[in-house]
């Protein structure tokens, strides 16, 4: 299927994307930029380029300061009138994982079942068990988040994002200050869940991650993007992208993998 028939995820119009930090402060400007349905996009850039802003405009919890952002068909500037069954389609992972410490993982994995489907905590607790098992997590299901290393945390935040089963999933820098195993584990991963994955139904995902080095996401049918200078520049396909003469470009795909924290 030709990318501009598929059906748009997210769709932004000539977009200026604010800082969370000063939402008066525009980060990257006229974007224009379309998610088809199933479609496997990944957005490099330096630190402190907007990405995370980005994703945040594009799931629909930061208004855009100026065009049009669309999820799922929807404007996101309705979006702070209320909660729409849509904004629950989407699953965000954070780059600090954001767990409660004062919560086991499991709980902290079982807390969108608590509040959106009013479950109990045994009801929710045997909802999340397969999923546990899948993410390899469930040995450190009553673990506080204190006592487990960053590659779990950044497992569990993914797989509380996974607990409601969304159609689109948004992952920022998930690789960052992750050991090898876990860096290798995620791009494999997040392939199985855009392609239809038994624990989601077999449904594929739609899928944005954000990166500050492209060589772990290289793969023929990704699309990826580059912010830069308040610029969000489309690239392509990787073929189209690895023969760059692009300054910025050219360091984050040779960038070397960063060491866990």
Same mark, same amino acid.
């Given at each position: 299927m030709n990318p501009q028939t598929k059906p748009a995820v997210i769709e932004m119009q000539d977009a200026t994307v604010c800082a969370l930090r000063d939402v008066t402060l525009p980060v990257a400007e006229h974007i224009n930029w379309r998610v088809g349905l199933g479609e496997f996009w990944v957005?490099?850039?330096?630190q402190q380029t907007g990405k995370s802003d980005l994703l945040l405009t594009a799931a629909g919890l930061l208004p855009p300061l100026a065009g049009t952002c669309r999820l799922l068909g929807l404007d996101t500037r309705a979006f702070g009138e209320a909660e729409p069954a849509e904004r629950l389609r989407v699953g965000l992972v954070f780059a600090n994982d954001r !767990?409660?410490?004062?919560?086991? &993982?499991?709980?902290?994995?079982a807390l969108p079942l608590r509040y959106q489907r009013n479950?109990?905590? $045994?009801?929710?607790?045997?909802?999340?068990?397969?999923?546990?098992?899948?993410?390899?997590?469930?040995?450190?299901?009553?673990?506080?988040?204190?006592?487990?290393?960053?590659?779990?945390l950044r497992r569990a935040a993914l797989a509380r994002a996974l607990? !409601?089963?969304?159609?689109?999933? &948004?992952?920022?820098?998930p690789l960052g200050g992750?050991?090898?195993?876990?860096?290798?584990?995620? $791009?494999?991963?997040?392939?199985q869940l855009g392609r239809g994955h038994k624990a989601l139904g077999g449904r594929p995902v739609t899928v944005v991650v954000t990166t500050e080095e492209l060589s772990p996401w290289q793969h023929?049918?990704?699309?990826?993007?580059?912010?830069?200078d308040k610029q969000f520049l489309p690239l392509g396909s990787w073929a189209e992208?690895?023969?760059t003469d692009d300054p910025v470009l050219k360091e984050l795909l040779a960038a070397p993998p960063a060491n866990p924290l």
């Open positions: 957005v490099a850039g330096r !767990l409660f410490g004062h919560m086991t &993982l499991g709980e902290n994995i479950l109990t905590a $045994p009801e929710a607790e045997h909802e999340i068990r397969d999923l546990l098992e899948l993410l390899e997590l469930t040995p450190f299901a009553e673990a506080a988040p204190a006592n487990v290393s960053r590659d779990w607990v !409601l089963q969304p159609e689109v999933l &948004l992952c920022d820098h992750l050991s090898p195993r876990h860096r290798q584990w995620w $791009p494999d991963f997040l392939d023929p049918d990704r699309r990826y993007a580059l912010l830069r992208l690895a023969g």
